[in-house]
């Protein structure tokens, strides 16, 4: 079983900056996506970053610009660099692991708060 591990989070003021990272231990094979997802208060979790299985990123709109992904397959970790902080950026943030095909797994990473306040 892969374990996945997030660090990074933290309390940081509307403007800053915060730099999240996961690693995921064990075998991770080619056309694997990493997503970091983001859970806010009261609301349903959301895809915030994608790093597709063809290399291709995407973001959410609201943080389109603010964000970026990134990763270095050769240590199995993903980042999410956050700049410009808004209070809504407020959450759980998760990191996640997915392959369609063979072999398929969805791996989750316990999750790490971030608390921008205003």
């Known amino acids: 079983q892969v374990q996945v591990d997030e660090s990074g989070g933290g309390l940081v003021q509307a403007g800053g900056s915060l730099r999240l990272s996961c690693t995921a231990s064990g075998i991770i094979f080619r056309f694997t996506s990493m997503n970091w997802y983001r859970k806010a208060p009261g609301k349903q979790r959301e895809l915030v970053a994608a790093f597709s299985s063809d290399d291709s990123t995407d973001y959410t709109e609201s943080v389109r610009g603010r964000f970026t992904i990134s990763r270095d397959n050769a240590k199995n970790t993903v980042y999410l660099q956050m700049n410009s902080l808004k209070p809504d950026d407020t959450g759980v943030y998760y990191c996640?692991?997915?392959?369609?095909?063979?072999?398929?797994?969805?791996?989750w990473g316990q999750g790490t708060q971030v608390t921008v306040s205003s």
């Open positions: 996640n692991f997915k392959r369609r095909g063979f072999p398929s797994y969805d791996f």
